[in-house]
């Protein structure tokens, strides 16, 4: 089984929409990757939640790719506005405070590099460490 990297980022995606409970499953016989939200209308395997040759995916938060990498950005590339960051991050509304000051400092397109980079990073560490073979053609 060889899954594409692409679409298991996608699905991590996916998976952290905060637009009610969104999970994502990938069959490890064949790579195929089901969803499973309020909006979703595709078919799920009966099995899913019983056999173990489904596995579910992690959102970014599982994979420390919220608030931490958003203060690592920050501590890199605008080190002076640290303080600030940890301040945004202790209250609600964080990401719409975080991408305001990235915008006003000109870094925020710099953030959405930043922020891809890490998640294919992380998305194939997590393949690795459950041994999913990925395929990297889109």
Not at 42 to 47: A, N, R, T
Not at 53 to 80: T, V
Request: proline share 3%.
């Amino acid at each position: 089984m060889a899954a594409k990297l692409d679409d298991i980022e996608w699905a991590i995606e996916f998976s952290s929409s905060g637009l009610g409970d969104h999970e994502a499953y990938i069959n490890l016989d064949t790579g195929k990757i089901y969803y499973v939200g309020d909006a979703v209308e595709e078919p799920i395997p009966d099995d899913l939640y019983e056999s173990d040759r489904y596995l579910m995916l992690p959102s970014k938060q599982d994979l420390g790719l919220s608030k931490r990498l958003a203060l690592s950005f920050i501590a890199e590339l605008l080190p002076e506005k640290l303080e600030l960051g940890y301040d945004i991050f202790s209250r609600r509304g964080a990401y719409a405070k975080f991408k305001s000051l990235l915008e006003s400092k000109g870094k925020l397109e710099d953030w959405y590099t930043y922020e891809e980079a890490a998640l294919k990073r992380a998305t194939i560490q997590w393949c690795k460490n459950n041994n999913i073979k990925i395929n990297s053609d889109t």
